[in-house]
């Protein structure tokens, strides 16, 4: 069982930046691809972007492609994401996910239903 607690999130203006942070509980953190997905009011859920374990593997949504960079830091059991030129259509509730099983995962990580474990999520907030 691995348990997810995001933070980090907030109230920013248009064109700042947010640093998002995932600490992970358990030994096995370092074995799970991870992602971070998000959702708005009334929208579906959506990949925003994933990490392999060792963090070799990065990848992104178009959407925050070029204002976004997913680490990790397996000593400390932690995931990031920092974004910068936030736009207002960045709002939505952030949320961190362990996908732990290793097969699978590089085809998979933007699939929201193929991850075990979720974290509580963190508002995200842009004003325009």
């Known amino acids: 069982q691995v348990q997810l607690v995001e933070s980090g999130g907030g109230l920013v203006q248009a064109g700042g930046s947010l640093r998002l942070s995932c600490v992970a509980s358990?030994?096995?953190?370092?074995?799970?691809?991870m992602g971070w997905f998000r959702q708005a009011p009334g929208k579906e859920r959506e990949f925003v972007g994933a990490?392999?374990?060792?963090?070799?593997?990065?990848y992104y949504a178009d959407s925050v492609k070029g204002r976004s960079t997913i680490s990790r830091d397996n000593a400390k059991n932690t995931m990031y994401l920092q974004m910068n030129s936030l736009k207002h259509e960045d709002t939505a509730v952030y949320y961190c996910?362990?996908?732990?099983?290793?097969?699978?995962?590089?085809?998979?990580?933007?699939?929201?239903?193929?991850?075990?474990?979720w974290g509580q999520g963190t508002q995200v907030t842009v004003s325009s």
């Open positions: 990490i392999s374990w060792n963090g070799g593997s990065t």
């Open positions: 358990g030994r096995t953190f370092s074995t799970y691809g």
């Open positions: 996910a362990a996908f732990s099983f290793p097969v699978g995962f590089y085809s998979h990580y933007s699939d929201y239903g193929r991850y075990d474990y």
